[in-house]
């Protein structure tokens, strides 16, 4: 049984930085793309970043180029998504995605998604 389990979740000043993981067990995660998305309450599910399976590309949307960073640890299972100069704007549930082509992960149909975990940035 697959499984993505997000953590590092939670509620932060605005210019802070938090670091998610997502911890994937039952999948040959070296096989998989994987990536991040988040929701905010009454808006649709946006993209966020995606790493290659052994790390050589990344994409970030626009909003958060420069400010996040997406890597990966193919020895522990684990996709990292580092946040910095965090706003209110980026308070959301964050979800790790896995799929098996890097643009299934843009796309957003992922084969396996994580149960997401919240940030939420006051100003």
């Known amino acids: 049984q697959v499984q993505l389990v997000e953590s590092g979740g939670g509620s932060v000043q605005a210019g802070g930085s938090l670091r998610l993981s997502c911890a994937a067990s039952?999948?040959?995660?070296?096989?998989?793309?994987t990536g991040w998305f988040r929701q905010a309450p009454q808006k649709e599910r946006e993209f966020v970043a995606v790493?290659?399976?052994?790390?050589?590309?990344?994409d970030y949307a626009n909003s958060v180029k420069g400010r996040f960073t997406i890597s990966r640890d193919n020895a522990k299972n684990t996709v990292y998504l580092q946040l910095g100069n965090l706003k209110p704007e980026d308070t959301a549930v964050y979800y790790c995605?896995?799929?098996?082509?890097?643009?299934?992960?843009?796309?957003?149909?992922?084969?396996?998604w994580g149960q997401g975990t919240q940030v939420t940035v006051s100003s």
């Open positions: 995605v896995a799929a098996g082509t890097y643009g299934t992960v843009l796309s957003g149909r992922g084969d396996y």
């Open positions: 039952g999948l040959t995660f070296s096989r998989y793309s």
């Open positions: 790493i290659s399976r052994y790390g050589g590309s990344t």
